[in-house]
């Protein structure tokens, strides 16, 4: 089992379900495909239609999902005695098979927070650290098709389903949560350790895992290139933005950001970015179009969507 160094708690509440709705869907979003960035990350072969896998630093795999609007990256994170996978994806194919291919070690599954997106395959895994939270066990039952049909509509696709994948069947299996992590624990995989920060906002259970020794921040949703969702109900902003004022304070100490969605290697700098983003957004000074009932504020290198 992983070995858990607690330092500290903190514990957060709300309400939701995995399901997928009413995301905004760029026109030609498929034709920017495949991101020009990914030319530049060493990417692993793979006997796999559906996922790619680019080794980013030495034991971190980005597990990407290029095929699918949501362009989810999973991460696998190996020390000397342990794996970690940080989250699990859409569970439109087996990432299981996919990180046992990667590492022998025993793996154990942490959500960066328990959208669908991310809690795919955690079905597949014994071993699942989360957050303490009613939308984290909400989210233990996992998502039916009428919850997640939106995720499966043919334009959400680019290429070729995945082998053997029935949209029509397309579900969440339940998973449980074995045990549960607080802000401040740290995750010992053998020669790497892994901090828990918690930052909710994007949802309640919302966390960051943060490898000081190689100066790296898995950002789950808190941070990535892209269209940044807060808009849904268990979204809290005043939340985020203390979140966002947390990381940015890290920026000096980093080398790296890993985002869960888009692309896996961004510089620490966006979170300062993203800091002075906010700001503008709360002083009403930030320029935004709008996309139905939301805002979509616009910065270099990413966008906000909001409600007024």
């Known amino acids: 089992m992983l070995l858990l160094l607690p330092l500290s708690a903190l514990a957060q509440q709300a309400e939701g379900r995995a399901e997928a709705r009413g995301e905004p869907l760029p026109p030609d979003w498929c034709r920017e495909l495949p991101r020009p960035g990914y030319r530049q990350l060493q990417r692993v072969a793979l006997a796999n239609d559906w ?3 680019y080794r980013i630093r030495p034991g971190v795999f980005a597990i990407y999902e290029p095929h699918q609007y949501e362009e989810v990256i999973s991460y696998l994170i190996t020390g000397s005695t342990q794996a970690l996978l940080f989250d699990t ?18 793996i154990t599954v942490l959500n960066s927070h ?14 699942i650290f989360g957050v303490d939270t009613p ?56 020669d790497r350790k892994l901090e828990v920060l918690l930052t909710p906002g994007h949802t309640p259970d919302a966390l960051c895992l943060l490898d000081r020794e190689n100066k790296l921040l898995f950002t789950g949703d808190t941070f990535y290139s892209g269209p940044i969702f807060l808009y849904v109900p268990e979204t809290n902003v005043a939340d985020y933005r203390r979140s966002v004022d947390r990381l940015a304070a890290l920026a000096p100490q980093l ?9 896996p290697a961004e510089k620490p700098e966006m979170l300062l970015r993203l800091q002075k983003a906010m700001r ?19 910065f270099e290198g990413f966008t906000i969507l909001m409600k007024p």
């Open 135 to 190: 939308f984290t066990r909400g989210n233990e039952k996992g998502g039916t098709h009428a919850q997640l049909a939106e995720a499966v509509a043919p334009e959400r696709f680019c290429g070729a389903l995945p082998r053997g994948f029935q949209p029509e069947k397309y579900a969440i299996p339940a998973f449980h949560v074995t045990h549960f992590v607080k802000d401040g624990d740290v995750l010992d995989l053998g």
């Open 280 to 298: 503008e957004i709360q002083d009403g000074k930030a320029k935004f179009k709008t996309e139905g009932d939301l805002r979509e504020y616009l």
């Open 255 to 263: 080398e790296l950001l890993l985002p869960s969605h888009n692309f």
């Open 51 to 53: 996922f790619e896998v």
């Open 114 to 127: 328990t959208h669908f997106d991310h809690i795919g395959d955690d079905w597949e895994f014994s071993e």
């Open 89 to 106: 994806g859409l569970g439109m194919q087996d990432i299981r098979k996919v990180v046992t291919q990667l590492t022998p070690l025993p």
